[in-house]
């Protein structure tokens, strides 16, 4: 059977030669083939069906042709090199089952590694199970990874293991409605553009999405849930961040480090209780912090192991010129934390519910988070509004000179309930010229926007 298989690509191309003309092929592969050989006799165009056996690897395909897998169908490697390699441009590689890869960083093995060469190749339907990285965008442009189920390494740090799907420096890459879990990163991106990261879903991982020196790209419609931190903007401008979910992760629900110009509209970060155990015996609670960023600080309910996640639903790290708009912040430790001499930033039609802390802001800048005679929405707001403008009657300021004792010295914090602490908090709302500059949001909203735009 298997020498049939190899004298029938071996003549197809002999004919398609000799008459001058492309021929594609589809080519039922058999069960007991050695899966290179045919891959090798195979010409461009062809399309091998596996049918469901397993078939033993590592394979690389240098010729632009289909490799399709009926339900079964199982490439499995040696442990060692990446499982399939794709090396010809316009490959498509659906519907099997990828594992078995080597274990080395350095190398970038991988389930699947698609290298530079191989342009607007296809990843889709697969299973890609167990292996160090899922795939590997490796330098190739306007390749696609689609509808995959992606699921790392379980037993081992975050450190230790790799990512389910690395882009680097492939423009126009796309990765969109992929479900992936375990490993470091869900998608990591680094020097690459004009990317779409779409429509995904991630559980179990590091950061759900990580972007570093990624410009003019966008990441929309996908679902970070139990995570570290949710969707991780690193060095990284003219981004549109839309649509996007981050429920109950550890951390961050959005952080933007040195992330400039980007369009954060339409989000939703949403704080849960969680049980610190859990992080613990994950080997993710203690990871060291990166970047230059501070490690999250648990707080626990005193007492207890219980904490609400995300710390910080939004943390931003000198990240300038950015526009956020009609995001919901709910449920956090922290509704935002801004710092480090962030420029230029704007919020209106946001909504901060039940955090609590809305905002964490030390400076001595005035921030004012309104525009356009529209500011945000406030859970904790008791304003009125008189005139029924929908907009609150007097300025909205989350923080006053307490707050920014207690983050400097939190052992003040035993002062709190004491009769002076009362006195200062008294004077500064009779007098706001006694505040020490900070966020103010001088045309509060009194309706969450998404309620406003069902109203008759």
């Given at each position: 059977m298997h020498a049939r298989t190899l004298m029938l690509g071996v003549s197809m191309a002999a004919l398609c030669a000799a008459i001058g003309t492309a021929c594609a092929a589809t080519i039922r592969v058999d069960a007991d083939a050695r899966l290179q050989d045919v891959i090798e006799a195979a010409t461009p165009g062809d399309t091998l069906i596996l049918p469901p056996a397993r078939f033993l690897g590592p394979v690389t395909?240098?010729?632009?042709?289909s490799l399709i897998g009926e339900p079964g169908a199982t490439i499995l490697g040696s442990?060692?090199?990446?499982?399939?390699?794709?090396?010809?441009?316009?490959?498509?590689l659906r519907g099997l089952r990828i594992e078995g890869s080597g274990s080395n960083l350095e190398t970038m093995d991988s389930g699947v590694f698609v290298a530079a060469t191989a342009k607007g190749a296809s990843v889709e339907d697969n299973e890609i199970i167990g292996n160090l990285y899922g795939i590997y965008l490796h330098g190739a442009a306007g390749s696609l990874a689609r509808g995959n189920r992606i699921v790392g390494t379980k037993d081992r740090r975050f450190s230790e293991t790799g990512n389910g799907v690395t882009v680097w420096n492939a423009p126009g890459a796309r990765v969109i409605d992929n479900t992936i879990s375990f490993g470091r990163d869900g998608i990591a991106t680094n020097a690459s553009k004009r990317n779409v990261f779409n429509g995904n879903r991630f559980e179990n991982l590091r950061f759900a999405i990580?972007?570093?020196?990624?410009?003019?790209?966008?990441?929309?419609?996908?679902i970070s849930t139990g995570n570290s931190v949710g969707y991780a903007i690193m060095f990284s401008s003219r981004l549109k961040i839309i649509g996007n979910v981050s429920d109950g992760d550890r951390d961050h629900g959005l952080l933007l480090n040195y992330a400039n110009s980007s369009k954060i509209t339409g989000n939703v970060v949403r704080g849960?209780?969680?049980?610190?155990?859990?992080?613990?015996?994950?080997?993710?609670?203690?990871?060291?912090?990166?970047?230059?960023?501070?490690?999250?600080?648990d707080t626990f309910a005193e007492g207890t192991t219980v904490r609400l996640g995300p710390e910080k639903c939004v943390f931003i790290y000198n990240a300038n010129k950015?526009?956020?708009?009609?995001?919901?912040?709910?449920?956090?430790?922290?509704?935002?934390?801004?710092?480090?001499?962030?420029?230029?930033?704007?919020?209106?039609?946001?909504?901060?519910?039940?955090?609590?802390?809305?905002?964490?802001?030390?400076?001595?800048?005035?921030?004012?988070?309104?525009?356009?005679?529209?500011?945000?929405?406030?859970?904790?707001?008791?304003a009125f509004d008189l005139n029924g403008d929908g907009v609150g009657d007097n300025p909205y300021r989350p923080n006053d000179l307490i707050d920014r004792v207690l983050w400097t010295a939190p052992q003040a914090k035993v002062l709190i309930t004491s009769p002076a602490v009362q006195?200062?908090?008294?004077?500064?709302?009779?007098?706001?010229?006694?505040?020490?500059?900070?966020?103010?949001?001088s045309h509060p909203l009194m309706m969450r926007p998404d309620d406003e735009d069902q109203q008759p």
């Open positions: 395909i240098d010729s632009a042709i442990s060692k090199g990446s499982v399939v390699t794709i090396n010809a441009a316009d490959t498509i990580h972007y570093m020196y990624t410009n003019d790209s966008e990441i929309s419609g996908n849960r209780l969680q049980n610190s155990d859990r992080w613990l015996a994950s080997g993710g609670a203690k990871e060291k912090p990166e970047h230059g960023l501070p490690a999250a600080q950015n526009r956020f708009r009609g995001n919901v912040f709910e449920g956090c430790s922290i509704g935002i934390h801004f710092t480090a001499g962030s420029e230029g930033n704007a919020l209106s039609d946001n909504a901060f519910i039940n955090n609590r802390n809305q905002v964490k802001y030390v400076g001595a800048r005035y921030l004012d988070w309104s525009e356009n005679g529209r500011g945000n929405y406030w859970s904790d707001n008791p006195v200062i908090r008294f004077a500064q709302s009779r007098f706001p010229a006694l505040l020490p500059g900070g966020v103010i949001d």
